[in-house]
Nanobody, 117 residues
Framework: QVQLVESGGGLVQPGGSLRLSCVAS????????MGWYRQAPGKLRELVAA???????NYADSVKGRFTISRDNAKNTVYLQMNSLKPEDTAVYYC???????????WGQGTQVTVSS
């Protein structure tokens, strides 16, 4: 049974930083592209960043230069370092594991990030 467990969300002031973590279990972690998505109230869920195993990361234009995604295959963990946070980054952030070869797509339960003074 695949599980993705996020942590690290919270309340931060504009300009501040947070690091999200997502620990995966029940899957061959290195075979999956790992991603972070977010969903703000009244908006669709959107891709923030994704990183394949052994490949280059890609980012939404809105977070380029501020956010960094990374993964540690030995720890089955993907991270999202978020710097220079803005109020418009406020959303629930979801961890995603995708393997198109086997049509597998898994989601975590989400972690709230609130950027406010």
């Amino acid at each position: 049974q695949v599980q993705l467990v996020e942590s690290g969300g919270g309340l931060v002031q504009p300009g501040g930083s947070l690091r999200l973590s997502c620990v995966a279990s029940g899957m061959a972690f290195s075979l999956y592209t790992m991603g972070w998505y977010r969903q703000a109230p009244g908006k669709l869920r959107e891709l923030v960043a994704a990183i394949p195993s052994g490949g280059s990361a890609n980012y939404a234009d809105s977070v380029k230069g501020r956010f960094t995604i990374s993964r540690d295959n030995a720890k089955n963990t993907v991270y999202l370092q978020m710097n220079s946070l803005k109020p418009e980054d406020t959303a629930v952030y979801y961890c995603n594991a995708l393997r198109t070869l086997s049509f597998e797509n898994y989601w975590g339960q989400g972690t709230q990030v609130t950027v406010s003074s």
